[in-house]
T-cell receptor, first 113, second 114 residues
Framework: NAGVTQTPKFQVLKTGQSMTLQCAQD?????MSWYRQDPGMGLRLIHY???????DQGEVPNGYNVSRSTTEDFPLRLLSAAPSQTSVYFC????????????FGSGTRLTVV | SQQGEEDPQALSIQEGENATMNCSYK?????LQWYRQNSGRGLVHLIL?????REKHSGRLRVTLDTSKKSSSLLITASRAADTASYFC??????????????FGQGTILTVHP
């Protein structure tokens, strides 16, 4: 039981490049979310999903796309990387939104130069 | 904007002392959760309290929730050096377009000195 797996752990991108941050969970959780964590800002919600085929925007969705074709996977796509997207990105999943907390991945540290 | 505001931003105590962290929020919630983050690591879920609960315990953790004041507190009793970490409160929104979204505060940095 691996929990929530994020890849890669570290990434350096040049401005304008695109990439996909991978997130996979093996707990059959319906709810998945992407957060970014910046110093002094706490965690901010980028996008979330309440099940396969259903996604919605969080607080800071601009510059990011998501899709949820399977229960297990919830990739985050950076369309055209900008230095302002330098951050640590966390993926999280939960069985539901009322009774259980979220299980977090170990994060992807992204630097855009 | 952040839903939760945490207080204090940083807390430094000696091993064996109790640590209390507070969280205030703005909108109606389904539940409030507390997480711990060790430096450079992912967040770990500690405890969840539902909006119809007032107090909850888990080991050395005690959480209270006052929905009339839109506030919560986390008490860690008999703290240990291993409790050194950042602690975040997070609220699950109750209704409207934000239903179920989990929003985090900025966290409290707890340092426990041996």
């Amino acid at each position: 039981n691996a929990g929530v797996t994020q890849t890669p752990k570290f990434q350096v991108l040049k401005t304008g490049q695109s990439m996909t941050l991978q997130c996979a969970q093996d707990m059959n959780h319906e709810y998945m979310s992407w957060y970014r964590q910046d110093p002094g800002m706490g965690l901010r919600l980028i996008h979330y999903s309440v099940g396969a085929g259903i996604t919605d925007q969080g607080e800071v969705p601009n510059g990011y796309n998501v899709s949820r074709s399977t229960t297990e996977d919830f990739p985050l796509r950076l369309l055209s990387a900008a230095p302002s997207q330098t951050s640590v990105y966390f993926c999280a999943s939960s069985p539901d939104r009322i009774h259980y907390g979220y299980t977090f991945g170990s994060g992807t540290r992204l630097t855009v130069v | 904007s952040q839903q939760g505001e945490e207080d204090p931003q940083a807390l430094s105590i000696q091993e064996g002392e109790n640590a209390t962290m507070n969280c205030s929020y703005k909108t109606s919630i389904n539940n409030l959760q507390w997480y711990r983050q060790n430096s450079g690591r992912g967040l770990v879920h500690l405890i969840l309290i539902r909006s119809n609960e007032r107090e909850k315990h888990s080991g050395r953790l005690r959480v209270t929730l006052d929905t009339s004041k839109k506030s919560s507190s986390l008490l860690i009793t008999a703290s240990r050096a291993a409790d050194t970490a950042s602690y975040f409160c997070a609220t699950s929104a109750a209704g409207g377009t934000s239903y179920g979204k989990l929003t985090f505060g900025q966290g409290t940095i707890l340092t426990v000195h041996p």
